[in-house]
């Protein structure tokens, strides 16, 4: 460790999306810097280049607002983009508005440590930077930590391991090889299709089925993106007022006041509609009322079975036990018919879950499978994981893993008590994807600078929250997922996907709009809930 620290007013963790607006934000007005764990920027879009990666929102809305110079000339080429093109825009955001002199790549921060006598943060990273300095913007990702089942026999397996999120970037050559792919959430299902072409056999061991529906994806058009740039200011502030994603189309009944011909209309027009997530809007009621989220369930369903040749495969295709919505809804390029494939199998891991790996491959409880490359497609420790990995003192030593040992808490997902001049980006507790995350983002990153700024002004160096500010938002939260049927499966919004994590629903449900309004009232009321010194 450096003897003399350097000494900056900001510092900004984390080169992904929320993390460069931040630098180039912040930079003109105060000393900043950036610390970014990968050796290039993009966070989720540098990481996740695992075969098939492409983001489940519209490129013309999942897209930087902030510049209109930017969004005139950037031309994505087709709707859904793809990994290439989202880390390609992340450099050239980078390079054009000239941060990279403030990125210190391949240096991932390792400690933070709270000096409540200077009000100075204690920086310290893998390289061996120390820093002080006055704001932490944790821009760390709430999708950024993997989840590696810890299965014994690991070393003993004689062939290749890939985690989605740890993807190399050279191609890997998969022909003749027999490949497994452990999980179907949002990535398994994208990676799925295209390991099945590049393969000569693909085994799917699956937990929970998914949901999913076709994204739609296609070549951007000429009109397409003329309307958007013609229209984007205007675009913009609707995205704000929704989830940032204007582009769905918000049913006007509930599925009870509809007859089975009318659902099955709304339905299928929803199905072919290339708007992610229509499903789950189809009517007013899916995400509160599980009856009416069953239709839309066995609507999907009759798809996987329409799709699937062989009728046992998709019965084990088809999700039962939970409804749409309350995992991330997936979106998928010919998931469902990969099954028809000779090459591809599923096996039902929860049945039978997997015990250990082998020198040739994987056991379940009731078989071994022969296997020359797995990939894990397991998830993240999602929302909490990437600050908790990090050794975080608050103060009087207060630790931000013991603090939320028993689960999350936060004001806003913006702060947490006892952590003072801390500011988490879709921390937990916000939105997060339940949110456009490049939206959200801009808009918590302009919020974090406002608080700044108001500190700097009026001549505050310490800003802190409460514990029964964080209670009054906990409130707020787990009310706003009461109402929804969104806690009623084990997914990462609850962290119920990582064994033995604890904490409630971690994501703020109530909208974005209704978030950004409560936020904005507290610092309009007198900084209600704060604590300035
Ligand atoms: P995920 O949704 O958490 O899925 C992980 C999968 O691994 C699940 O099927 C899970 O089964 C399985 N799994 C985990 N541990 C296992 C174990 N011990 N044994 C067997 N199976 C196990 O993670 P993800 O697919 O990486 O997606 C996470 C989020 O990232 C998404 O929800 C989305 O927000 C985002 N994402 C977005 C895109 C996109 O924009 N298109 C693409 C990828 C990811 P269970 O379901 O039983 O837990």
Known sequence: MAENPEEFDIV???????????????????????FEAGDGVGGTWYWNRYPGARVDIQSVEYS?????????????????????????????????????DNIRLSNAV?????????????????????????????ATGSLSAPNMPDWPGREKFRGEIYH????????????????????????????????????????????????SMPSGNRPTDEEHERNWKENYGERRDKMLDTYGVSLIEYGTKSAHECTPEEQHAILEEGWTSKSAFQMMVAFTDVMTDRAANEVVCEFVRSKIREIVD??????????????????????????FSMFNRDNVSLVDVKAAPITELTETGLKTTDA????????????????????????????????LRDKWSEGPTSYFGFMVAGFPNLFMIHGPLTPAALAQMITAGEWQV???????DDMEKDNYSCIDTTEEAEQS??????????????????????GKNIEGKKGGFMIYVGGFPRYRELSENALNNNYKGFVRS
């Open 446 to 452: 302009d919020y974090a600078a406002r608080v700044i």
């Open 310 to 335: 062989d009728p046992a495969t998709a019965e084990l295709l088809c999700p039962t036990d939970y409804p749409i919505g309350a995992k991330r809804l997936c979106i998928d390029n010919g998931y």
């Open 164 to 211: 989605t999120t740890q993807w190399p970037r050279e191609p890997i050559d998969l022909r003749n090889k027999r490949v497994g792919i452990i999980g179907t959430g949002s990535t398994g299902i994208q990676a799925a299709p295209l390991l099945a072409e590049k393969s000569k056999q693909l085994t799917v061991f699956q937990r929970t089925p998914a949901f």
């Open 64 to 100: 930087y607002g902030f510049d209109e110079e930017l969004q005139q000339e950037w031309k994505w080429p087709e709707y859904f983009s793809a990994q290439p093109e989202l880390e390609e825009y992340a450099n050239h955001v980078a390079d054009r508005f000239e941060l990279r």
């Open 368 to 399: 071994s499978y022969d296997l020359d490359v797995i990939v894990m497609a397991t998830g993240f420790d999602a929302v909490t994981g990437a600050l908790t990995r990090i050794e975080v003192e608050g103060v009087d030593g207060l630790k």
């Open 110 to 138: 390792e400690s933070l440590r709270f000096d409540k006598e200077t009000n100075r943060w204690h920086v310290q990273s893998e390289n061996g930077d120390y820093v002080l300095c006055k704001y932490i913007i944790a």
């Open 473 to 494: 938002w906990a409130d707020e939260v787990n009310i706003a997922a009461s109402h929804t049927i969104f806690g009623q499966a084990n997914s990462w919004y609850n």
């Open 12 to 34: 900004v963790i984390g080169a992904g999306f929320s993390g460069l607006y931040a630098l180039h934000r912040l930079r003109k007005d105060y000393k900043t810097i950036c």
